[in-house]
């Protein structure tokens, strides 16, 4: 099992927006709608931001939202804010009963 | 609120076991769900360890299969991992979280620990 992939680094201005990608393959992305989004802040633990590829977790700002399309999954983080700038996560239920990461994404707001 | 605590020691020695419990509050592990282990070394991504149900099934990482034992004390509502032979490879936060059922997304999760592998 390979982990999924993520850019390693996006960026953007304050009230910009801006899309994380994710991409694996048919065996887990793909397959199922069991995509999830992380974001974790330096020496803190991740918190979960988008379940089942577009669900919002109550208290998650309407600001982050997340969709599907083939093996890619997609985190879209609107009206950036200073606050945003983080790691970013993905996750998928992965065939055989596992759970597989992306690499992570680090976002600067500039 | 659910809450969740990671302990253990903080430094192992190469080859040694390393071990580990997360203890949970605020929810009864008779109720369900899957609990599970994540970690992620210095500076690196997340990396799953593995899981459990109450009825006695685990699922682990097919890499790390062969090293890992996860196990459950639902007298403490605690559960446990034990990481056997281990390297500097190992040396990491260790994070323990709950994880929704079809393995869909980990809600709660632990601060985490720092397990170090040295001599």
């Known amino acids: 099992q390979s982990a999924l992939t993520q850019p390693a680094s996006v960026s953007g201005s304050p009230g910009q927006s801006i899309t994380i990608s994710c991409t694996g393959t048919?065996?887990?992305?793909?397959?199922?709608?069991?995509v999830s989004w992380y974001q974790q802040h330096p020496g803190k633990a991740p918190k979960l931001m988008i379940y089942d590829v577009s669900n919002r977790p109550s208290g998650v700002s309407n600001r982050f939202s997340g969709s599907k399309s083939g093996n890619t999954a997609s985190l879209t983080i609107s009206g950036l804010q200073a606050e945003d700038e983080a790691d970013y996560y993905c996750s998928s239920y992965a065939r055989g009963d596992s759970v597989l990461f992306g690499g992570g994404t680090e976002l600067t707001v500039l | 609120q659910v809450q969740l605590q990671e302990s253990g020691p903080g430094l192992v020695k190469p080859s040694e076991t390393l071990s580990l419990t997360c203890a949970v509050s605020g929810y009864s592990f008779s109720s369900g769900y899957y609990w599970a282990w994540i970690r992620q070394p210095p500076g690196k991504g997340l990396e799953w360890l593995g899981a459990?149900?109450?009825?006695?099934?685990?699922f682990y990482n097919p890499s790390l299969k062969s090293r890992l034992t996860i196990s459950v004390d639902t007298s403490k509502n605690q559960f446990s991992l034990k990481l056997t032979s281990v390297t500097a490879a190992d040396t990491a936060v260790y994070y323990c979280?709950?994880?929704?059922?079809?393995?869909?997304?980990?809600?709660?999760w632990g601060q985490g620990t720092l397990v170090t592998v040295s001599s």
């Open positions: 459990f149900y109450l009825n006695g099934k685990t």
């Open positions: 048919s065996s887990d992305v793909g397959g199922y709608n069991y």
């Open positions: 979280a709950r994880l929704q059922h079809w393995f869909r997304y980990l809600d709660y």
